[in-house]
């Protein structure tokens, strides 16, 4: 966390004319530019350098913005980004092919295929957590696809979000590739601009906020949301291994990620051994920096003590905080009460309850019981128990016995379920997702079988049409 960082110049206040701006990437999408798979390559290959030259630059951003720790940076943001990219530029002429369909009798003479056609000018609004990975990493699919792109970083994580705008116009093409800083005010008024297409990654509430501008101009969308994401763990759970995974994704970004585990349902058996494995991890990996997990701003860090404060759990673990330096000990409370904030919102902190359950089945029924999540974590060493929870728990993604990963690979689509978001992106399904699947069908003109049931209909033409049709 970084106070000595000027915030940047909104949109009003550098007089950045935004319908001016959409207006040239439009045009520069209008051009044809963005369509050539040489075009789209360059500009993946462009996108990757951008992440692996300027590795030290962004990592002291990420310190400044949120106090991470620059390995946390690499892997998260820097290494994810470039190898999304990477993925994109080797797969997309590929992806770009056409599909063609074989088609039924009453089709033939003639050939189907899906053509995937760019939407045109995408509109991607990040989120300040990972402010790299979550902006450039949706613009990977949005290029890979063939459009114009319009990208708003978080106005949470200054530094990013300048050294974005710095960047990009230096590796990227500068006509179809913009970077504009700025809040919620920004993004509503780039809304306005009518977009083909908009990804953003945020919080539910503000997320249903862009749905509704975003239907004035039926602008399709994307939304990377949040939730609460819990994690069972049960009674035949390797607990040892359990205990550090869980640890250690809860304290990566002080467990302000949206796939963090948010809670846990641990089995009465195990819920012990696994809270005190779960402490001596922490003191473990938080040995070389004590003092506390470092949270964005004031506002998060009174929104979290507060949570904190009104707990009628038990603090097993830290419970400590400094206002001045706006951390708060890694800490886990057990047995909150159902209703507390601690429970009813997304923590989006350092900060994790841990919930008796007596089985699996009464998790799965706390877990069906609460909105849809990002994301569902197991621990369980049966395949019976791992069947039932991947088969009953609906939740936009799911990880058995680890936590985090599926978000790194580039073989799954990630993406949110009902209140947690919509659509989904990495490697292949980010390339979906901004493109358009067109359907075309040819058809040969002579012979010209069609005469067979052009009117006026015969009792031959029913006959046929019925047994084609
Ligand atoms: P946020 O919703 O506060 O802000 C996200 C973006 O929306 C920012 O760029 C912000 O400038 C913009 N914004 C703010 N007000 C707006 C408005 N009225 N209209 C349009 N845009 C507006 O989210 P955040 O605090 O940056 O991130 C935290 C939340 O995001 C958490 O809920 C977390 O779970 C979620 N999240 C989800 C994912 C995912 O991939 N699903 C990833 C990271 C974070």
Request: with cysteine; hydrophobic share 45%.
């Amino acid at each position: 966390m970084t106070t000595d960082y000027v915030a940047p110049v909104s949109a009003a206040e550098r007089s950045l004319d935004i319908p001016d701006l959409v207006a040239g990437v439009r045009a520069a999408f209008a051009s044809g530019r963005t369509r050539p798979v040489e075009w789209r390559r360059t500009q993946l290959h462009a996108l990757e350098r951008l992440m692996t030259e300027n590795e030290g630059a962004i990592a002291t951003a990420l310190a400044q913005d949120l106090g991470r720790k620059p390995f946390e940076a690499w892997l998260a943001d820097i290494a994810s980004t470039a190898s999304e990219a990477h993925d994109a530029a080797k797969n997309v002429g590929k992806w770009m092919r056409r599909k063609h369909r074989r088609l039924e009798l009453s089709q033939l003479p003639g050939r189907g295929w899906v053509e995937y056609e760019p939407y045109g000018t995408v509109l991607v609004i990040g989120a300040w957590n990972f402010p790299f990975a979550l902006t450039l990493g949706p613009a990977v699919g949005a290029i890979a696809a063939g459009n114009a792109v319009v990208l708003k970083p978080s106005e949470v994580s200054p530094a990013s979000s300048a050294l974005m705008a710095e960047l990009v116009p230096k590796y990227l093409d500068n006509e179809a590739i913009k970077v504009v800083e700025g809040d919620g005010a920004v993004s509503q008024e780039l809304i306005a601009q009518g977009f083909d297409r908009l990804c953003f990654t945020g919080g539910t509430e503000i997320g249903r906020k862009v749905y509704e501008s975003a239907a004035t101009h039926l602008t399709p969308v994307t939304l990377e949301l949040g939730g609460k994401s819990p994690v069972i763990v049960a009674a035949d759970a390797d607990v040892a291994v359990a205990a550090k995974r869980i640890a250690w994704t809860k304290l990566i970004n002080s467990g302000q990620i949206c796939i963090a585990p948010d809670y846990v349902l641990a089995d009465a058996k195990i819920r012990d051994e696994l809270v005190t494995r779960m402490g001596e991890a922490v003191a473990k990996f938080e040995s070389d920096s004590p003092g506390g997990k470092p949270i964005v701003n004031e506002r998060h860090f009174e929104r979290l003590t507060a949570a904190l404060a009104a707990t009628k759990g038990r603090v097993a673990v830290g419970g400590g905080s400094d206002a001045t330096t706006l951390r708060i000990d890694p800490t886990v409370v057990v047995d909150p009460d159902l209703d507390e904030p601690l429970m009813s919102d997304e923590i989006f902190g350092p900060i994790l309850p841990v919930v008796t359950v007596g089985s699996v089945d009464e998790a799965i029924e706390f877990v069906n019981a609460r909105p849809k999540p990002l994301a569902a974590y197991l621990f369980t060493r049966s395949k019976t128990v791992r069947e039932r929870v991947i088969r009953q728990v609906a939740a936009g993604g799911m990880l058995i016995n680890h936590l985090l990963f599926h978000f790194a690979t580039t073989k799954l689509p990630f993406g949110g379920v009902g209140p947690s978001g919509m659509g989904g992106y990495h490697g292949r399904w980010g390339f979906e997702e901004f493109s358009h699947r067109k359907s075309v069908l040819t058809k040969p003109t002579r012979p010209d079988l069609t005469a067979l049931i052009y009117p006026p209909y015969t009792e031959k033409a029913w006959k046929l049409a019925r047994r084609l049709f």
